[in-house]
């Protein structure tokens, strides 16, 4: 079935959106389990222009590299920090956070489900300045910070009431006295969800993301995940974030073990 289907999309006969889902549903990935929520790429790395050109692949994010290689700069940050932990004698890698985690699915999600939140954080919305209030704002942070590698989920291609505070719920202002209310959108977007999902999508069924997601998805589901072609494309996550990396029944220390189970995404 994954080969008739992979065919398809070659093809043309599936769309981008589609064969990403169906990959995300084969790798175990779905909407039942917010540690195996399904994951997408970001696909744009244009959030301040006025007009969005789809046709301009500097429009685009480089699918080669994961997030966290994506700036060059932080990599080296990430690479001196991995020669470090090997010097120590401890198990390298680059990046201390993953592309997908609860948290991140809770943060995305936050005006769709605020329940799960309350619950996350004891009955209160998290510090506004760490809520989701902004689209570009968040790019910058997944570019730059080097505790967030995340990608997007499906939402960001399909779903535009996830962005608006229709409830109107009270998420405070941020320290620069900002209200967060709706999430701030690109100017492309004329202030509308609608809008910005609709482009969204049109930015990945381009001909700029059809020609080169075959890459992405050897990040995240082919045979870049692991071995030396992880270690060649700076693919390379904290140990626990693979499956099988610790047997949590032979971990005795509840709070090691919970830990270890907070981080095996």
Known sequence: ALREVSEFWRTGSVSNLEYLLYLNLVAGRGWNDLSQWCVMPWVLRDYGSNDLDVTDWNSFRDLERPVGALNTERLEMFKKRRDEMKSAGLRPYLYGTH????????????????????????????????????????????????????????????????????????????????????????????????????????????????????????????????????VRRHNVFHPLTYEGSVDLDAVEDPDARAAAESQIV
Do not use: C
């Not at 719920?169 to 620069?176: E, I």
């Not at 700029?208 to 589901?221: C, E, G, K, P």
């Open 99 to 230: 592309y997908s985690a609860p948290g991140y699915v809770l943060y995305w999600l936050l005006r769709a489900v605020p329940l799960h939140h309350l619950k996350l954080q004891n009955g209160r919305f998290d510090a506004p300045d760490r809520l989701f209030h902004g689209v570009a704002e968040t790019w910058e942070s997944a570019l730059r910070s080097t505790a967030d590698v995340k990608e997007l989920i499906p939402e960001f291609y399909s779903l535009p009431e996830f962005l608006a505070n229709s409830s109107g719920f009270d998420l405070g202002a941020t320290q620069q006295g900002t209200s967060v209310g709706d999430v701030d959108l690109p100017p492309w977007a004329n202030n509308s969800p609608h809008e910005f999902i609709r482009l969204m999508r049109e930015a990945l069924e381009s001909e700029t993301v059809s020609a080169r997601m075959h890459l992405w998805i050897d990040l995240v589901f082919g045979h870049a995940q692991r071995g030396d072609e992880s």
